[in-house]
């Protein structure tokens, strides 16, 4: 299933699904989202049961416990609403992964319901809800990384959509930006060698742009490209994209 | 600690292989996919039309099978049919030795590497010398083709011009210009001498039993100038429905795989000479291959078999570029490999097992494919498949407690909690492997657990 089989937006008011590494780590992108998203006069509510998506288990080939988290998913976020997630990764699980690993289970019906439901949060901005303008200020040279799990969707133009409409946003292009940073969820510690390798060649890519911040709308990469360059001793300054639209409304310099 | 073999090997490749692989797959990559976006409308659409018509095929094989077998038949050839590896070549063998023929030529073909007839034949006594250049240097040297379309991406002119010196084929020269010529001579006096021409096949069409070759060198050309006998070996997939279908596949396997509009030489044999041509092979024989492909079909990994074999996967593959094809242990590296030879291995599934893992599952490959497979898709399904059977995956965090967690809130909500620990602690006290590969390499964030859901239930609204 893709993301071209949602469903249209009604109301304005979504399910936030945060993400398990909002929740541990990135606790100011999911505050973004909820600041960017209250800001277009949706109201959001959280789910208080939420934990993973479900995707570790999926792509580690253990798809019985995946469906379990899956299913706990499904249940947490039952209703009507959309579901806004700030990342692609997470977004194409619920609207593809799962309903993959749920082929031949008596309930993905469930399943694909709620991918139906789910959207990347740029891709909701833009495409759910029709805002292609941004309000206030951020001066900043941008490098955007496109996370390969939005490849197929609108996620990727919908972000430089409302990176370009920023006054003071300065998108650069870098090179190879269609490959991948190399992290790849288990696939970055079972292949740490090969995972590290990659990542290290995108940084070179997006060092030789010269940009201000790194923006992209997955946490995930970041992680495993900002760990990376910081561990090398040349830190590189990551920032979601809900980072970049917030600071924006409070018309923030670029720190 | 141990972790996956194509991590391993990736990392003990010489810089400078890797280097020339990623060159060569970088630049392939990119003018491949300029020139289908410079050429057409809407080269997706074409990429998925061609899914549609291969997996049309492949469903269909119990209907186009016996089609093209009366096609070939009606146009002079013989038809044979190879249930396993061992029986291809003995088939070939067999023809060969009804001949009295001693002497085989050999365009490239994969589906030979795959049953190792080189070998086979050497081993009774039969010469079988491969002409495309790559696969010549491959064989003088006992080497493996590292890539499906360019056998030799892991050698430098170097080394070849080393090969060559060893094997008399005149002084060190490294000139590729020289090395050409060099193998040009001496494969001419081959073609001359040999008994059989052995070639695969792109395509087959079941509306004409048309086979079609495609080549940069015109070495299938020589190897059917002088002989008498063809054989052509072919994998049963090869299948499509129609002629005018190849006009669709042809335009996408040139610049899928090589970033040509359409390979140099493109051949449509349709059948042995006939008694008003003046020249050709007299006698045909299609050997159509198995092995392992009916099991495919039945498998839920089918769209594998749509597969073309242009090679365009292998080059954009971040994980290809940095390992090679060797890295794959099998005759199909890159991500088409990792589906497909764990596929084809039945049951030594468990050995290969572990190529599927070898992917951040980026869906670059899936992105180029001129037939559309979903080739991340594939290797997740064959990721559970080892998972259900078993097959000890190193390096892989095992995902039980993690899931056990991930579907109780409260019991989520308190390692949120309790996660802080790993700011205080040395990441080489914390017995978790996942955690310590992450960390070898990379910084880990501050930890932040629950600290979203205090500013959510707190901040003044």
């Not at chain 2, 797959?25 to 410079?38: A, G, M, S």
């Not at chain 2, 589906?111 to 039969?126: D, F, P």
């Not at chain 2, 210009?177 to 081959?190: C, G, M, P, V, Y």
């Not at chain 2, 365009?312 to 994980?319: G, I, Y």
């Amino acid at each position: 299933m893709l993301n071209s089989e949602r469903k249209p937006i009604t109301g304005k008011r979504v399910q936030l699904m945060a993400t398990c590494l909002c929740d541990a780590f990135y606790d100011d992108v999911a505050a973004a989202t909820v600041e960017v998203l209250e800001h277009l006069g949706v109201e959001v509510v959280f789910p208080e049961g939420q934990t993973c998506c479900g995707q570790p288990a999926f792509n580690g080939g253990d798809w019985a416990a995946s469906r379990k988290v899956v299913r706990h998913t499904v249940r947490t976020f039952a209703g009507e609403e959309p579901v806004v997630v700030p990342s692609g990764s997470c977004a194409a699980m619920m609207f593809h992964g799962a309903v993959l690993e749920f082929e031949k289970e008596r309930d993905v019906s469930d399943v694909e319901a709620l991918g139906r439901r789910t959207w990347e949060l740029a891709d909701f901005i833009v495409n759910g809800l029709g805002v292609k303008t941004w309000s206030g200020r951020y001066d900043a040279t941008v490098a955007f990384h496109r996370s390969c799990h939005s490849r197929g969707t609108q996620s990727g133009e919908a972000a430089l959509t409302l990176l370009a409409a920023i006054a003071g946003v300065k998108v650069v292009e870098f090179g190879e930006g269609e490959q991948c940073c190399g992290f790849g969820g288990t696939f970055s510690v079972s292949f740490p060698g090969i995972s590290t390798a990659m990542g290290a060649l995108k940084l070179d890519h997006v060092r030789a742009a010269r940009p201000d911040v790194f923006v992209s709308g997955d946490m995930s990469c970041m992680m495993h490209m900002g760990g990376l360059a910081a561990k090398e001793g040349k830190p590189i300054k990551t920032l979601h994209l809900a980072q970049v639209l917030r600071d924006a409304l409070k018309s923030k310099a670029a720190p | 600690m141990r972790f996956q073999p194509i991590d391993q090997f990736a990392k003990n490749l010489p810089p400078a292989t890797r280097a020339s692989v990623y060159q060569s797959t970088k630049t392939t990559h990119e003018k491949r996919t300029k020139l289908l976006f410079d050429q057409f409308a809407e080269p997706d659409r074409l990429r998925e039309i061609a899914g549609e018509i291969k997996q049309h095929a492949i469903e269909n094989l119990d209907t186009y099978l016996p089609q093209v077998e009366a096609k070939l038949k009606a146009n002079g050839a013989h038809v044979h049919w190879a249930s396993t590896a061992e029986s291809a070549c003995a088939t070939v063998l067999q023809i060969m030795r009804a001949r009295g023929a001693t002497k085989m030529v050999k365009a490239k073909t994969m589906v030979s590497e795959e049953i190792e007839l080189a070998h086979y034949l050497e081993k009774h006594g039969m010469e079988a010398l491969e002409t495309d250049l790559g696969e010549f240097i491959i064989q003088i040297d006992h080497d493996h083709p590292s890539h499906i379309v360019r056998p030799i991406i892991h050698k430098n002119r170097r080394e070849i011009a080393q090969s060559f010196e060893r094997e008399g084929l005149g002084s060190y020269n490294d000139d590729p210009a020289t090395i050409t010529q060099r193998a040009r001579h001496f494969l001419r006096h081959k073609y001359l001498a040999a008994d059989v021409g052995l070639t695969g096949a792109n395509f087959v069409s079941a509306e004409s039993g048309r086979i079609v070759l495609v080549t940069n060198e015109g070495n299938s050309r020589f190897c059917l100038a002088a002989t008498k006998c063809h054989i052509a070996l072919i994998g049963i997939e090869k299948i499509v429905p129609r002629d005018r279908d190849l006009a669709l596949l042809l335009n996408l396997l040139g610049r899928s795989g090589t970033a040509q509009d359409l390979t140099v030489y493109t051949e449509f044999i349709g059948g042995p000479k006939l008694p008003a041509q003046p020249d050709g092979p007299e006698e045909m024989h299609v050997i159509f291959v198995d092995n392992g492909r009916t099991e495919v079909l039945a498998s839920d990994c089918r769209e594998i078999l749509r597969c073309i074999r242009c090679g365009a996967c292998l080059n954009v593959c971040p994980v290809y570029r940095q390992a090679s094809g060797h890295a794959y242990r099998s005759v199909y590296p890159g991500p088409v490999g990792a589906v497909l030879s764990p596929l084809l291995a039945g049951e030594k599934f468990p050995q290969l097992a572990d190529l599927p893992k070898a992917s951040s599952l980026c869906g670059a490959c899936h992105e180029v494919c001129p037939v559309n497979i979903p080739i991340p898709d594939l290797l997740l399904r064959l990721r559970a498949r080892a998972k259900d059977e078993n097959v000890p995956s190193p390096g892989t965090p095992p995902m039980g407690a993690w899931a056990l967690l991930a579907s109780q809130p409260t019991a989520w909500r308190a390692a949120l909690a309790g996660g802080k620990l790993i700011d205080y602690l040395p990441t080489k006290l914390i017995p978790v492997p996942a955690l310590q590969a992450w960390a070898a390499k990379r910084e880990l964030p501050a930890w932040r657990g629950g600290e979203f859901r205090k500013w959510l239930k707190n901040r003044p609204r």
